[in-house]
C-alpha cells in the first residue's frame, strides 16, 4: 500500500510561483507512474501533470509551459513547480500514485492542499 502526503499550496497573486511536494510512503517501489490533479468547486478532477518511472512526463495545453512535475527518488517525494500562476488555476490540488501488485492495479490519492490565485 501507498500513503500520499501533499504540502505547499497557499495564497498567491497571480503571476507568482509555488511549490507542490508530495510524500509518498509505504510500498513504494510499486509505483509506476505519479501525478499532480486539481479540482475546482463544481468541476470534475483534471490531470495537471504526470510522470512515468521513466521520466516521461506529460502536461495538458492549460498549464504547459509553467508547471514541472519532478520527483526525488532517494527522498520518496513528488514536486509539482508552478509558475506565471492564474486565477483560473485556482483549485485543490491532488497527488496521484498508480501501483502494481500481485491483485492488479492501485490508484492512490492524497488528501489535497488548497492553492489560491488572487487578482
Known amino acids: 500500500q501507498v500513503q500520499l502526503v501533499e504540502s505547499g499550496g497557499g495564497l498567491v497573486q497571480a503571476g507568482g510561483s509555488l511549490r507542490l511536494s508530495c510524500a509518498a510512503s509505504?510500498?513504494?517501489?510499486?509505483?509506476?507512474?505519479m501525478g499532480w490533479y486539481r479540482q475546482a468547486p463544481g468541476k470534475q478532477r483534471e490531470l495537471v501533470a504526470a510522470?512515468?518511472?521513466?521520466?516521461?512526463?506529460n502536461y495538458p495545453d492549460s498549464v504547459k509551459g509553467r508547471f514541472t512535475i519532478s520527483r526525488d527518488n532517494a527522498k520518496n517525494t513528488l514536486y509539482l513547480q508552478m509558475n506565471s500562476l492564474k486565477p483560473e488555476d485556482t483549485a485543490v490540488y491532488y497527488c496521484?500514485?498508480?501501483?502494481?501488485?500481485?491483485?492488479?492495479?492501485?490508484?492512490?490519492w492524497g488528501q489535497g492542499t488548497q492553492v489560491t490565485v488572487s487578482s
Open positions: 510522470i512515468a518511472n521513466g521520466g516521461s512526463t
Open positions: 496521484n500514485a498508480l501501483g502494481l501488485n500481485g491483485l492488479g492495479q492501485n490508484d492512490y
Open positions: 509505504g510500498n513504494t517501489f510499486s509505483i509506476i507512474r
